[in-house]
């Protein structure tokens, strides 16, 4: 096939299809503009002097100060996982008829290789659609957004840009890491002239995510005992150690958790089914235990934000416990800075926030698109008498039985991985001079001074109750109100027409 | 008092009209056919008469009492209590086992799960189908889908059964053995049917037959030509 036949058959297809298409764009686009801001963050150059000199040319000390700039960088990477996610779930929009489409293309004679080829393309034209316009408005964003204040200084790095082998990786890497997906997630699917055929998983899940979920605990509280190893035999650590087992311990504990989603679901459905009332409960439980990897899918992009955010709740948690020892046992440490620190927590938190809110826009794809995919069936039960709210109270318990337990999950696995590599801020131990009278009194002589000693005081971090239950209860909304949108459509896609079509 | 009647039903599909101004009756006990070419208008009269579909124009009328005129809620209470309806496909829920498409219209109705279960049972074993009592729509055969629909359009032992083209995606074995099985269980119940249909060769199963032409009842008394595709004439 003629690379120019391929790609007018790749974008061919209707409105749904335009949909798709338009939103694995905008997605590409979203996560070139998060990694292209991670990158430059990264290519702000050390200035001269100790690794503490700070970048002066920039306002907010996020980007100023040299240590906190890799944990920016990577909290705008974090913010790709939901994009990514939203990306997953807009190749599902429209399915069933690109199915037909495909099934088509084989009755007119197309090879199923050919057909492959031509559903990889459509994602990857599509990706570098969204990669180069995301690179484009990276690039004028720039420009707009360079705004040096009276000092000359910026509070964006507008003054420095990625690597252009960086930026090249991005925009032409992006959209081929989508094809090879796509490809892979192909791989189920065979495409017959008569329909789309798709090998399905029919046996039970089992809880084995529980492993990589302790495989990551594992990686983050060996952490600080390998350090400690190390110091001391007065050795330095190996360079990657750290971050390999931050890197191996998140994506270990975002695979755990979104798989083990699978389990809960299955088991969720199966205890709904035996012990759940009216027909309702048994249509949601048999579809949970029909489909138990529809939840992964689904709250896959929710679940790795929510991992993200009680990690970070549990961060600040550790913030506010040494902020509190340095003014019962005057440590120094953080005295200080605390406006700072929590300042830099709030903006994970926005982040988070954020990408919550990417997430309930794939998880509302998601919703639309599994109403409409089974619009025949939902008309046929309602001509039959089944109550469109029987319908609608089955979409709302397959989606909140499942959800809930998994963003306990979510949002415990965060917390105590974080809380597993930090250990409880100690202080004290030691004697402090005291002057009782005031500077002026004391002079410097020692007169009206007496030795006081500071004993040892360890404060424990509080739980984040009420930080997790507003994730909890942000995560719940945001699956809440996507079913609610969904169960919108219930009527119009439940209507007689449905039968009528072919 | 008329069993089941349309007086003057006409409805249309934004400009395309389906039917324009059909009357009949349905006598209690009796099997109808509703016969035709496609197009004609079949689907959409038994949508309306089982109130599924409002007419634009006319009233349908079940035991003296207009139906038509009734809410959404009290017409799928309806069909869920007196009603039952078959379709060609499609009507089974994938993910429920036989036994469980069965019993859902009792479990709708507010009937206990294990009294639901059992009565699901027997109807599979009187329909021969008790063997895949809980096996999924997607693990059997078309006959047996089909069986198992009927046992759930059956299960509430309506008084009027509607069925669109029952056996229209089956072979002429397994259509043969629903629908025998349906005027079979049709006449032990004194249920009524009203079967829609372009073969004749089904229609015959009927006690009485009407055909539609162009949305309207065909009074030409030609009846369908089974020399021709489709049953058209």
Not at chain 1, 74 to 93: D, E, K
Request: with cysteine; hydrophobic share 50%.
């Amino acid at each position: 096939m003629r690379p120019g036949t391929l790609l007018r058959l790749a974008l061919a297809g209707t409105r749904t299809d335009g949909a798709r298409v338009a939103l694995t764009a905008l997605s590409a686009a979203l996560a070139t503009l998060a990694g292209l801001a991670a990158l430059t963050v990264l290519a702000v150059a050390k200035p001269p002097g100790d690794e503490w000199t700070q970048s002066e040319q920039y306002t907010t000390a996020l980007l100023r100060e040299p240590g906190l700039r890799p944990g920016v960088a990577f909290a705008l990477l974090l913010l790709c996982v939901p994009v990514l996610g939203l990306a997953g779930q807009c190749a599902r929009l429209g399915a069933p008829g690109r199915d037909r489409r495909l099934a088509a293309l084989r009755l007119a004679g197309a090879t199923p290789g050919q057909v492959t080829r031509l559903a990889v393309a459509e994602t990857g034209v599509a990706s570098l659609l969204g990669t180069v316009s995301g690179l484009a408005v990276f690039e004028v964003g720039r420009r707009l957004l360079h705004r040096p204040d009276a000092a000359g200084r910026l509070p964006l790095p507008t003054d420095m840009h990625p690597a252009p082998a960086a930026v090249a990786a991005v925009v032409v890497g992006l959209p081929l890491v989508a094809a090879l997906v796509s490809a892979l997630l192909l791989r189920r699917v065979t495409t017959t002239p008569f329909g789309v055929v798709r090998r399905v998983r029919t046996r039970a899940p089992w809880p084995w995510p529980g492993v990589l979920i302790l495989v990551a605990l594992a990686s983050f509280a060996a952490i600080r005992p390998l350090l400690l190893w190390y110091e001391r035999r007065d050795a330095v650590e190996p360079d990657g150690l750290v971050p390999t087992l931050v890197v191996v311990g998140s994506l270990a504990a975002m695979i755990g958790v979104v798989s083990g989603t699978g389990w809960i679901s299955y088991t969720v459905g199966r205890v709904l089914h035996r012990h759940g009332r009216g027909p309702a409960a048994l249509l949601a439980a048999r579809r949970l235990t029909a489909d138990p990897w529809a939840g992964s899918r689904t709250f896959a992009a929710l679940l790795a934000a929510l991992i993200f955010g009680a990690g970070a709740a549990a961060i600040r948690a550790d913030f506010l416990a040494r902020i509190e020892l340095s003014r019962i046992a005057d440590s120094g440490g953080m005295a200080g800075s605390d406006s700072f620190y929590l300042g830099a927590m709030d903006l994970v938190d926005l982040a988070v926030a954020v990408a919550v809110a990417i997430a309930a826009g794939g998880l509302l794809v998601a919703v639309v698109e599994g109403v409409t995919s089974r619009r025949r069936a939902y008309a046929a039960q309602v001509a039959t008498g089944v109550p469109r709210s029987t319908i609608g109270r089955s979409l709302l318990w397959a989606s909140i039985a499942p959800a809930a337990p998994a963003i306990a999950l979510a949002l415990t696995v965060g917390y105590l991985l974080i809380r597993g590599t930090l250990p409880a801020p100690s202080g004290g131990d030691f004697e402090r001079v005291v002057c009782d009278t005031g500077p002026q009194g004391c002079g410097t002589d020692g007169v009206a001074t007496r030795t006081e000693w500071v004993p040892k005081v360890t404060v424990t971090p509080d739980v984040p109750w009420e930080q997790l239950a507003w994730f909890a209860a942000g995560g719940l909304a945001a699956v809440l109100v996507t079913v609610g949108a969904g169960l919108l459509l219930l009527r119009s896609a439940t209507s007689v027409e449905e039968l009528r079509a072919s | 008092m008329t069993f089941l009647e349309a007086r003057g039903v006409v409805r249309a599909y934004g400009p395309t009209p389906a039917l324009r101004g059909v009357t009949l009756d349905v006598a209690e006990g009796e099997i109808l056919a509703v016969t035709g070419p496609s197009g004609c208008g079949k689907s959409t009269l038994l949508h309306c008469l089982a109130g599924i579909l409002r007419p634009d124009a006319g009233q349908v009328t079940w035991r003296g009492e207009r139906i038509d005129t009734w809410s959404e809620a009290a017409r799928s209470r309806l069909r869920r209590t007196e009603f039952g309806v078959l379709f060609q496909f499609g009507q089974l829920v994938a993910e429920l086992t036989a036994a469980e498409n069965v019993a859902l219209p009792l479990l709708l109705a507010g009937t206990g799960r294990r009294a639901a279960r059992t009565a699901a049972l027997t109807w599979l074993e009187r329909l021969g189908v008790a063997e895949v009592a809980d096996v999924r729509p997607g693990e059997m055969s078309g006959g047996q889908q089909q069986r198992c629909a009927l046992s759930r359009a059956l299960v509430t032992e309506p008084r009027v059964l509607f069925a669109d083209e029952p056996t229209g995606a089956l072979d002429t074995l397994a259509g043969e053995q629903v629908l025998t099985q349906l005027v079979r269980l049709a006449r032990e119940q004194r249920t009524t049917v009203v079967l829609i249909t372009h073969e004749p060769r089904i229609a015959a199963y009927a006690d009485r037959e009407v055909s539609l032409r162009d949305g309207m009842v065909d009074h030409t008394g030609l009846g369908l030509d089974p020399a021709l595709p489709g049953g058209s004439r």
